[in-house]
């Protein structure tokens, strides 16, 4: 029956409100209604995952590295446990545990995983497919097979290549204008990293148009012999050191930088780090820019970014970093044309 507000009789619907029960059913079911609304807006938001593997350092002891992409998420609104969880893993230098790692951060499903070593993109390339990998990577990702272009990587890999291994020709001009007279540089790298060989070749063959003769100094394994090879490097009187990028060596880089003073070696290094721990001198970009920057990949792909279609972005700008106190516990003079070069000049 319908309704008609200007009848005087009540109809139907007017004495089912009127009765009790009816009204009680009513009631009940709109609490219900209620109950079901308020449990569905308060079911909690699904927290993004990230997977971080750090081939260096410890949960105490993490690498400066993983702070610079804390810092980043930082900028971006992420805050650890509230809208976002970053699972870290440290390899503490040991190669052969990384694959174990990166299997470990696949099964836990995550959204992303920001990876910093060519061993490790390998591993991840080959333990999946799917999840989006945000690497940052001082060789070629194309020529390395990683990415199909850095415009268009194709696929479950993007994020930042530093170019640090393409500096190797840069480098060496810089060591022979800054050391008068030199004909014979040391090349220290870890033969276990995935494209350490490659990176020995550049050095090789950018000497050759330098006139400049390139003995290499190979290490291997988690504790390498560094006494060693400074002790290999005096005895073929080498002039000058350039020591290769290499997670192993970043947990020695006071290590490395001391025995180069001991043996009054003038030293290179392809990251700022080494020098702030007492090398000479550095050429490379900011790293710490560089994993600050890898957070702002995790937010696009974690806001529906495709990684396949997000171009893999490469460094416009590299730092000069000279140690003055090394220079001079060496005995050396920085030539002023080299001195007006630097980004920063620690005294």
């Known amino acids: 029956m319908v309704f008609n507000p200007k009848s005087k009789t009540c109809p139907e619907l007017c004495r089912r409100i009127q009765n009790p029960k009816w009204v009680e059913l009513v009631a009940l079911g709109v609490a219900f209604a209620l109950y ?57 230098g040991k190669l052969d545990r990384i694959p174990g790692l990166i299997t470990e951060l696949v099964t836990l499903n995550v959204d992303a995983l920001v990876l910093g070593t060519s061993t490790a993109i390998h591993a991840a390339t080959k333990a999946t497919n799917t999840i989006p990998i945000v690497m940052v990577t001082n060789s070629d990702p194309v020529a390395a097979g990683i990415v199909n272009s850095m415009a268009r990587p194709g ?33 220290l790298w870890h033969a ?30 988690a504790s390498p012999d560094l006494y060693g090879a400074f002790k290999a490097a005096t005895k073929d009187r080498v002039s000058a050191l350039i020591t ?80 003055l106190k090394t220079a001079k516990q060496i005995g050396l003079t920085i030539p002023p044309s080299v001195l007006a070069r630097a980004d920063k000049v620690i005294r």
């Open 36 to 92: 079901g609304a308020v449990a569905q807006a308060q079911q909690p938001t699904k927290i993004p995952r990230i997977g971080y593997l750090s081939t260096n350092g410890d949960p105490s002891r993490p690498p400066s590295f993983v702070e610079a992409f804390r810092q980043g998420l930082r900028d971006l609104g992420y805050i650890q446990g509230k809208n976002i969880q970053v699972e870290y893993r440290y390899a503490e």
């Open 155 to 187: 696929g479950n890999v993007t994020g930042l290549s530093t170019l640090g291994r393409d500096l190797s020709g840069k480098r060496l001009e810089l060591i022979k204008e800054m050391v008068p007279g030199i004909s014979r540089v040391g090349v």
């Open 192 to 221: 276990d990293g995935a494209t350490a060989a490659r990176s020995l070749k550049e050095y090789q063959t950018a000497a050759l148009a330098l006139k400049i003769q390139v003995q290499s100094l190979e290490l291997r394994g």
């Open 244 to 323: 290769d990028r290499a997670p192993v060596f970043n947990r020695f880089a006071k290590r490395i930088a001391d025995l180069a003073i001991e043996n009054q070696l003038p030293s290179m290094y392809s990251g700022t780090e080494y020098v702030e721990a007492g090398g000479l001198v550095s050429y490379a970009t900011n790293n710490a820019d560089q994993y600050r920057r890898a957070a702002w990949y995790v937010d696009k792909i974690l806001k529906g970014a495709n990684p396949a279609e997000l171009p893999v972005e490469q460094p416009t700008k590299f730092e000069l970093v000279i140690n």
